[in-house]
């Protein structure tokens, strides 16, 4: 046996995405590049620089009257025109700034210095503390709060700041329960489970690791109490509470614009519009902070998809397929055909390329491979249920004769769920919590096969029996959460059956299932392709139960089969590198065989797309590369009728050469001189 | 070989790295939760420095929340965790910091058990206590032990991939030299080529530093490459325990046997010969019915249940090379 070279583990650190953010580097933050953020920080800067530095560059005192210049329109001795007693409007209200716009700072800093704290012990102490947080903040909130107020300002008088900090003990209540469900689902993550065994001081692990995880809620909620106090300020004033004549304040102007409404209808305008503004630009400041995780994400439009679809059903017509020297024929027994399958992000990388499949009838066909190598991608195509902004480009999907690439979505709904169906790795989440599972399937039952409803309930209990649930009519009664993960796969099963479809696609239908129950479910699948003549695709990163349930199997790595045909073939002879390093890679072996002291691993990850090198898609990662890899070749004909794409496939074969685990020791042997 | 693995011979005679003693864990509190079965039930196993435990079950088996109590995180109701012979039942965290350096733990999700907010530097360096003059150096060097270039300290998580962070997350579980390190689940996040690595990764720390690991995971075939013995869970309860070759291969307990023959092997002729072979036995399905309290938690599933199956819960004993809690173990093996 020839010892390869073992690449160096240098590669190990091979970014698996290409870095498009260099970390840390000062930026304008996200929340910023959204115009209601940007604004909406600009007009508060404004505002609040405007009226914290009023007295230095107001044009006029407020208290000065220009009996002459009654209810003026805005000019340029007033640039907000003036009000009943001629003051000039820009001076008072850019001077009446200042106390709405700190006090409802001071009410924001009394609410979360109260109930942040609160919060964080609560979400670390469940049980009787949290409890006792929890009913104390409750009689907090049950507490009227306007009644409360105005008893407060009759015994303290206009004591506005005094006011709003009481009004932010108040708010502390509300403040506390938020924060709770943010501090709880925070402390869920494993990071703070981990500092925590490190043996991390309670108040350690919430300044470091729970509070800044919270810093998003919190600067949101901040923002919106924050339009809220200025409400309210405003709002006591308007009522007559605050600074009195001669003293300016907003909700006083209002007040006083209101009953001019018919002589001096521009008196509302400015005061108005500066309060609405003020708590507008807080609330948008306020989204803008809460979107802050979404930013970047790009979204295309309908349009843009169904273009690139009818690109890719022009171009089927014209190229044949280019990649496959072998245009494979379509098998007469095939229930499906898939031929140079091309699937592309629109107007982005491909994802998967020249991909062609057969699936016979009433055979099981695997799609194998690591995550990042577009099987998922290959099976979904198949149902036209590709993700948004994702979009077949090319090649053929025939089904049954009929080639689904560029089909409208009308047509294509009448094949989903009738003709061919699917289950997936998360049964509970096929499942609608709100609904029986009577109602589940007897809805579909009905759609797929015109039955009444009595009929359609017995047809269900019979699917539920197909599928091997005993107690059918128990089950039937059922809503999701009462099923195990094994009986709610079932249950997904029968609902893909009810349109008695001809092929079905089980998107890693075991992966979420316990063993006994994933040998249970795969024992079901075969009994249906036995008994019925399903036909099935299945796909799973899982060889043992590819050996377990495919008569044939495909192995993907980055976006194409690397290797395909018969089962047995590929799993006992496979022939191309990265087919044989998975399986040197898995610690399961068959009774008697020893335990392998080391397990064959390939070095780096899976080239993301758009970053697919030239020729050989594996050879960046092959222990056997050479520079004939890195140009395009053919793929080779292996297994019967599948193949092989691998250009070195004849050498390795010649000499006999598997990929072979590296030595012990080989992992933490890096660099000199590792721990000691 | 697992069994070239160095593991002591005098293993029995020396103090355990870690060992835990009757444990019981009871979720809630009040009547109700004390009436209800508990989630762990009289469970205890011992760790020799060195060896490698698999503590294996499926979900709800209670596996994790052995972790768990041997952690700290969650409190045991009844029984002992002893490290290095010292008892840490009752320890709160913050009193563990010392006790940190020598029980460790790798959780299974490398996204979340790492803080995105902060550099993998800062993260390594946290469990060392304040003030370590060479905590950066440490932190390279822990860094370097697990194939990664010490540089990485300045970056984020984000910049890493999925089994890159699993071992930035085995590195912080080295920084302070432990004694003993749970894994609970390391692997099983991870892609087939990457769980090799990380598995071998593991292997190679274990024989080089003489570390004890509680191995928890579902996935017996992953047990049996690194671990030297095995402690089967079913319910919260021990199933069978012994070394991890002859549990697997000559399973004295019916639920175990149904655990190693559902694992499918990826060769397609022996795969059609287990399958064969698992059908045979008629083990029940999952969730057919609630076991009765006072007999053995399996019998509703198993098909050599009888009627002192469900009345007399079967005590662990020696059968063959392993400790099986089956009234009915004999029968199987025949």
């Not at chain 2, 005679?13 to 939760?33: H, I, M």
């Amino acid at each position: 046996m020839s010892a390869p070279q073992p690449l160096p583990d240098a590669d190990l650190l091979a970014p698996d995405k290409p870095a498009t953010e260099p970390a840390r580097t000062r930026r304008v933050p996200a929340f910023l590049r959204r115009p209601g953020g940007a604004l909406g920080a600009l007009w508060l800067v404004v505002v609040v620089v405007g009226s914290l530095t009023a007295p230095l560059w107001v044009p006029y005192d407020v208290t000065t009257q220009d009996l002459a210049n009654r209810l003026a329109l805005p000019s340029a001795d007033h640039l907000l025109g003036t009000d009943p007693l001629g003051r000039d409007l820009l001076s008072r209200i850019a001077t009446a700034g200042s106390l709405p716009l700190l006090s409802s700072a001071l009410m924001l800093v009394v609410a979360f210095a109260i109930g942040l704290p609160l919060a964080l012990v609560a979400a670390e102490r469940p049980g009787r503390t949290e409890r006792f947080i929890s009913r104390a903040t409750e009689v907090l909130l049950a507490l009227p709060a306007t009644v409360l107020l105005l008893a407060v300002i009759g015994i303290v008088g206009n004591e506005i700041p005094l006011v709003m900090a009481v009004f932010g003990v108040l708010l502390s209540a509300a403040v506390y329960r938020v924060m709770l469900g943010v501090a709880q689902s925070v402390r869920q993550r494993l990071y703070v489970d981990a500092a925590r065994v490190d043996g991390l001081g309670s108040l350690r692990v919430n300044v470091r690791h729970v509070l800044p995880a919270m810093g998003t809620v919190i600067a949101v909620q901040g923002a919106q109490l924050f339009g809220i106090g200025i409400l309210v300020v405003a709002g006591l004033a308007f009522l007559g509470f605050g600074p009195g004549e001669p003293a300016p304040s907003w909700g006083f102007m209002i007040n006083d614009a209101s009953s001019h409404l018919f002589d001096g209808p521009w008196l509302l305008v400015p005061s108005g519009l500066v309060l609405a503004l003020t708590v507008v630009a807080a609330n948008e400041l306020a989204d803008a902070l809460a979107a802050r995780g979404g930013a970047g994400a790009k979204r295309r439009s309908r349009k843009q998809v169904r273009a690139a679809a009818a690109a890719a059903a022009a171009a089927q017509g014209e190229s044949g397929s280019e990649q496959d020297a072998v245009a494979q024929p379509v098998p007469d027994d095939a229930v499906l055909a898939v031929r140079d399958l091309r699937v592309s992000v629109v107007g982005g990388p491909d994802l998967v390329t020249g991909v062609s499949l057969t699936v016979r009838r009433g055979t099981v066909l695997g799609l194998v491979g690591e995550s990042g190598c577009g099987k998922s991608m290959t099976a979904r195509s198949l149902l036209g249920l590709l993700p948004d902004g994702v979009a077949v480009s090319g090649g053929s999907i025939i089904f049954q004769g009929t080639d689904l690439v560029g089909r409208p979505e009308k047509e294509l709904r009448g094949y989903r769920g009738s003709r061919i169906a699917l289950i997936s790795q998360e049964p509970m989440v096929a499942l609608d919590p709100a609904f029986s599972i009577a109602a589940q399937l007897t809805g579909p039952i009905r759609r797929h096969r015109g039955v009444g409803r009595g009929e359609a309930r017995t047809i269900a209990a019979e699917l539920l029996r197909n599928v091997g649930i005993v107690d059918a009519d128990r089950i039937l009664r059922s809503y999701p959460h009462q099923l195990s993960g094994g009986m709610a796969q079932r249950v997904c099963i029968a609902l893909a059956l009810t349109g008695e479809p001809d092929l079905l696609v089980a998107d890693e239908p075991t992966t979420a299932l316990d063993v006994t129950v994933q040998a249970e479910i795969l024992s079901l699948l075969r009994a249906l392709v036995r008994d019925t003549g399903l036909s099935v695709v299945l796909v799973t990163h899982d060889l043992g139960v590819v050996a377990d349930l495919c008569d044939d199997v495909a192995v993907m790595y980055a976006g194409e089969v690397v290797e395909a045909g018969a089962t047995a073939g590929v799993l006992d002879e496979p022939r191309h590198p990265y087919t044989m390093a998975l399986l040197g890679a898995d610690p399961h072996v068959p009774d008697g065989e020893p335990v392998p002291e080391r397990l064959a691993s390939i070095a780096g990850t899976v080239p993301s797309p758009g970053t697919w090198p030239e020729g050989c898609r594996f050879a960046g990662r092959c222990l056997f590369a050479t520079d004939a890899c890195r140009t395009p070749f053919p793929t080779v004909p292996a297994h019967g009728g599948g193949l092989v794409r691998c250009v070195r496939v004849e050498d390795l074969a010649l000499h006999q050469i598997s990929w072979t685990p590296e030595e012990a020791g080989a992992e933490t042997a890096t660099t000199a001189g590792g721990a000691r | 070989m697992t069994a070239a693995a160095p593991v002591r011979e005098d293993a029995a005679t020396t103090t355990p790295a870690l060992e835990v003693r009757d444990l019981v864990v009871r979720y809630g509190s009040g009547r109700k939760a004390r009436a209800a079965a508990p989630a762990i039930d009289r469970v205890s196993f011992t760790v020799a420095p060195g060896e490698t435990l698999g503590l294996v079950g499926e979900s709800g088996s209670g596996k994790s929340t052995i972790g768990k109590a041997i952690l700290g995180l969650q409190p045991p109701s009844e029984g002992q965790v002893l490290v290095q012979g010292r008892d840490i039942t009752s320890l709160p965290l913050r009193k563990r910091r010392g006790l940190a350096a020598d029980l460790r733990v790798v959780f299974q999700d490398p996204y979340s058990s790492l803080n995105p907010a902060r550099t993998i530097g800062q993260t390594l360096v946290e469990p060392l206590p304040r003030g370590t003059a060479d905590a950066t150096t440490r932190a390279r060097q822990a860094l370097e032990s697990v194939g990664l270039p010490g540089d990485a300290v300045d970056r984020y998580p984000t910049q890493f991939s999925g089994g890159q962070r699993q071992r930035i997350a085995i590195a912080r579980s080295l920084v302070v030299r432990p004694k003993v390190i749970v894994l609970d689940e390391p692997v099983s996040a991870l892609d087939l080529s990457t769980q090799a690595q990380v598995l071998n990764l593991l292997a190679d720390l274990r024989d080089e530093h003489g570390l004890a690991f509680l191995f928890v995971a579902h996935d017996l075939g992953v047990v049996r490459f690194l671990a030297q013995r095995t402690v089967v869970l079913y319910r919260g309860q021990v199933m069978e325990t012994g070394p991890v070759d002859d549990v697997t291969l000559h399973p004295r307990h019916p639920y175990t046997a149904a655990l190693t023959s559902a694992a499918p092997v990826p060769r397609p002729a022996e795969q059609a010969a287990r399958r064969a072979a698992r059908e045979a036995l008629g083990i029940g399905t999952a969730g057919a019915a609630a076991p009765s309290p006072t007999g053995c938690p399996f019998a509703t599933r198993c098909p050599l249940a009888t009627e002192v199956c469900t009345t007399e819960r079967p005590a662990l004993r020696q059968v063959g090379a392993s400790l099986t809690a089956c009234h009915h173990a004999e029968e199987l093996t025949a």
